[in-house]
């Protein structure tokens, strides 16, 4: 057989309740080639990744991606109204079926126990708005140690 | 061609006079650099976001502080949003203002946030306007064929 290689992009989901925000960092992850899905709030992220449970909205932390759509890794925002991005990161880290995907916390504000408590619950980086090509260069990395 | 050279001048002595005068800063030069040819109208989307984003915060700013009694945490919310996307394009003087607007919330200052809210109007509908006339000058140049001169 011909080696033909289907080159898949990553595909990254972003969370970010600024409409200015989210219309930056989907441009800066598509400069990276990466396929981008953007959703404007903590609930339509949990959604998308298949931990809501739709009929009562309780979260389902066990719950299989009935969606079978593939996250390589999710950036959002810490400040959003609802849930947060810290509590976005814990149900993402307590869940089985998503536990080892890269979060990374973004935040306009420079609050060195907001990054402690966000690095140590799991996030791989934070990053301080407004976010540069410079910091989403350090996604790949991640993205890399996830195609094992 | 001469007219386009003209052009070109105009546009590098106003947009570095925006610098000089912290109209804009550095962000709105990161900003240039997401824009090519493959989305080659990027800053003017992300500028006409940023605009009506901004109008939209304005009345709700005004409105909650119009309330009998002012929700400080509600409009602290308001100011905190249009700080984050006013950082987000560059627009220095709003993103400072706005700065300063937080401690008066913080304090549950009534004359202190109506000032303030004044003055970010204020910031707001200026580098509005500059940056209008920036894109319309960028707009002459292309169509006069020339290419706008990269910032830096």
Redesign the interface.
């Known amino acids: 057989m011909g080696g033909v290689i289907l080159e898949t992009k990553f595909h990254v989901l972003a969370v970010d309740d600024s409409i200015v925000d989210r219309k930056l960092i989907e441009r800066l992850l598509k400069t990276s080639s990466y396929q981008v899905t953007v959703v404007d709030s903590g609930v339509k992220a949990l959604e998308f990744l298949g931990l809501l449970d739709d009929e009562n909205g309780s979260i389902d932390s066990t719950a299989q991606n009935h969606h079978q759509v593939q996250v390589n890794l999710i950036i959002t925002d810490y400040s959003m109204p609802g849930i947060t991005g810290y509590d976005l990161l814990r149900k993402i880290k307590e869940s089985t079926s998503l536990k080892n995907i890269p979060v990374v916390i973004m935040s306009s504000e420079d609050v060195p126990s907001r990054i402690n408590s966000c690095l140590e619950t799991g996030a791989e980086e934070f990053f301080l708005k407004p976010v540069q090509q410079s910091d989403v260069n350090k996604l790949r990395p991640h993205l890399l140690r996830g195609m094992a | 061609m001469e007219i386009v050279g003209q052009l070109q001048k105009q546009y590098v002595d106003f947009i570095t006079s925006l610098f000089r005068e912290a109209y804009l800063d550095d962000?709105y030069v990161?900003?240039q650099?997401?824009q090519d040819d493959s989305?080659p109208e990027?800053v003017v989307?992300?500028v006409s976001?940023?605009f009506e984003?901004s109008e939209k915060l304005l009345n709700d700013l005004a409105s909650s502080l119009q309330q009998q009694v002012v929700d400080f945490k509600k409009v602290d919310?308001y100011v905190?949003?249009f700080?984050?996307?006013s950082?987000?394009?560059g627009a220095q003087r709003v993103k400072n203002a706005c700065v300063d607007f937080k401690n008066f919330c913080e304090e549950k200052n009534l004359d202190g946030c109506l000032r303030f809210l004044n003055l970010v109007k204020q910031e707001f509908y200026l580098v509005k306007n500059k940056l209008e006339t920036l894109l319309r000058l960028e707009q002459q140049i292309l169509q006069a064929g020339g290419m706008v001169p990269p910032l830096e």
């Open positions: 962000q990161q900003l650099k997401l989305n990027f989307e992300v976001i940023f984003d919310g905190h949003q700080k984050g996307s950082s987000s394009v």
